[in-house]
């Protein structure tokens, strides 16, 4: 298959475009798929045939009835495209001697804000995932990835889940089939790019599982086609029971594989796939699956319920395209902070609607203005005393920012030699930042770099040479690269000394708290670099007088102010 991978993908694109085109002139031309119509030997207009999902039956339509009016006008052709209903308004039909008005096709004509979630979303989703696999396709031809073309895979899927949902043409009995199987494996083709993601990283993730998985659309495609034979109620919960089990295999998956990797550098890579899963997949879950599941009753409809999925797709294209990404434990700890600072103010403005309702206190315009007012000004004062009360305690998910240099800062004064100073350095960076190895250079007034840790197997640091150019300006300054980044930590004599830190995969962007640390560690550093080489050039000064026999008064003095001090 990976041989042919390129040619299916195509193949799949060029598919998934005329299936888009097909669904899309069914829906803005407001054809109503599966409410079959033909015209009797009495010149009646009679309904023969109705799927279950048919929007006909949504309106009330039943199978039997005699169409009497069509846009308060006598029926005719114009009012039928394939034997199915076409730009309807209002019916009027006869059952059993009754005469029954019909007009709720707004969804149908696309009025209202609800076509926005069933048409212009899913079809701008679509074409955003068109560009999306525009990018995968060329960084998969560079790195000859067989995750980009799973990855594109995954995006048509979703895409196509989303476009087949709602609208029209879901009476349509194939397009039944086509949303059912790609909204059951949409995360069956997550859970597969991330397993060959890490496969190309060198790491292991779910092999059997996950090829397990792909019985469950398949077994729920194959009870679809006997759906005559079942209650409608025992399918649609049966596909919902099945997207939930696929849903949160994959959530207890990336969950395990974090705490097998916890101590990896690929530890982050799972926690955005955490973070995405969770934003994306838990609002349609809890909101929808599950209450639909237990009750029969939804809190959120489908459709708006599951918008949010579009996080998944595009993260995943970031993820795999981009080579520096954002530090997940910044936005983590970000998000945990901001959510308490929500939490509160959010139970007291229920808590206060739930008041107000009790006591049929109606809120008015003037009324609302002064309590949201009151509300936000409590919610930027509170922020504002958390912020000065815990000013001190910014930290990262794996060290105090603050503490680390305090530690290294009390290391720095038991150093006697320039290497001892590189060594803590290094030590200090490798435990809390996200890089694996850290490398000393001298740049030279000339641009000539000089790896000086000749114990150690260096780099090919000349695919940075360009950088080692451009960091010599400044003392802390930093340059990022796809795999770690580079900072001067000192100079001497017009030379620049240069700390290279790199990893085995491609970092996160370092955080603004990560930056300024950097540049704190830099500056403690060059202080450090500069005491140590005049100890070090006054050893040697010591030394020349020593052989040469003579003894300074200086020297005298300084002598004499240790042994009084000793004593």
Not at 208 to 223: A, D, E, T
Not at 485 to 498: A, I, T
């Amino acid at each position: 298959m990976k041989k042919f991978s390129k040619q299916i993908t195509i193949l799949v694109i060029i598919l998934s475009i005329v299936y888009v085109c097909y669904i899309n002139y069914i829906n803005l031309n407001g054809i109503i798929i599966g409410t079959k119509v033909v015209r009797t030997e009495n010149n009646e207009y009679k309904i023969v045939e109705m799927t279950e999902t048919s929007y006909g039956k949504f309106v009330g339509l039943e199978q039997g009835d005699i169409i009497y009016k069509i846009n308060n006008n006598k029926p005719s052709k114009k009012n039928l495209k394939w034997d199915n209903l076409y730009h309807i308004k209002s019916l009027d039909v006869m059952r059993d001697g009754e005469k029954i008005h019909l007009n709720d096709f707004d969804i149908v004509n696309l009025n209202g804000s609800y076509s926005y979630f069933l048409t212009v979303l899913p079809l701008v989703f679509y074409f955003l995932s068109l560009v999306c696999i525009f990018y995968v396709l060329k960084v998969s031809k560079i790195r000859k990835s067989f995750a980009g073309y799973v990855l594109i895979l995954f995006l048509l899927d979703v895409a196509i889940a989303y476009m087949s949902a709602g609208g029209p043409a879901r009476g349509h009995e194939f397009n039944r089939y086509i949303n059912l199987f790609t909204f059951i494996s949409s995360p069956i083709f997550y859970l597969k790019f991330i397993q060959e993601y890490f496969k190309e990283l060198g790491k292991k993730f779910a092999n059997s599982l996950v090829s397990f998985l792909y019985i469950i659309p398949i077994l729920n495609i194959g009870i679809e086609l006997f759906h005559r034979h079942f209650p409608q109620d025992f399918i649609t919960n049966l596909n919902l029971v099945s997207f939930f089990f696929v849903t949160v295999s994959g959530f207890i998956l990336v969950f395990f594989h974090l705490y097998k990797y916890k101590y990896s550098e690929h530890a982050y890579i799972l926690k955005i796939l955490i973070l995405t899963n969770t934003l994306s997949f838990a609002p349609f879950l809890v909101f929808y699956v599950v209450p639909t599941i237990l009750t029969g009753k939804y809190i959120f409809d489908a459709l708006f319920s599951a918008s949010l999925l579009s996080l998944i797709p595009f993260g995943l294209v970031y993820q795999f395209v981009a080579n520096k990404m954002f530090d997940i434990e910044f936005i983590l700890g970000r998000m945990r902070y901001y959510a308490l600072l929500a939490l509160i103010p959010a139970l007291f403005i229920v808590g206060a609607l739930a008041l107000f309702d009790s006591f049929n206190i109606q809120m008015s315009p003037a009324r609302q203005t002064v309590f949201i007012f009151v509300v936000m000004f409590a919610v930027f004062y509170f922020k504002e005393v958390i912020d000065f009360k815990f000013r001190l305690k910014r930290f990262s998910e794996k060290f105090n920012y603050q503490d680390s240099i305090f530690k290294y800062t009390q290391l720095m004064r038991g150093v006697t030699s320039l290497q001892q100073v590189f060594k803590e350095l290094k030590k200090t960076i490798l435990d809390v930042l996200l890089v694996s190895k850290a490398y000393t250079f001298e740049v030279t007034p000339d641009q000539k770099v000089i790896y000086l840790d000749k114990h150690e197997i260096g780099p090919d640091w000349h695919l940075f040479q360009k950088e080692f150019e451009n960091v010599t300006s400044e003392i802390g300054k930093i340059i990022e690269v796809n795999q770690g980044f580079l900072m001067k930590v000192g100079e001497r004599g017009g030379s620049s000394y240069v700390l290279l830190c790199l990893s085995n995969i491609n970092t996160p962007r370092l955080t603004r708290d990560e930056i300024s640390w950097l540049k704190t560690l830099s500056f403690y550093t060059s202080v450090s670099m500069e005491n140590v080489l005049h100890i070090e050039e006054l050893m040697e000064h010591l030394k020349d007088l020593k052989q040469e026999g003579t003894n300074p008064i200086w020297l005298k003095k300084l002598m004499f102010a240790i042994e009084e001090k000793q004593r």
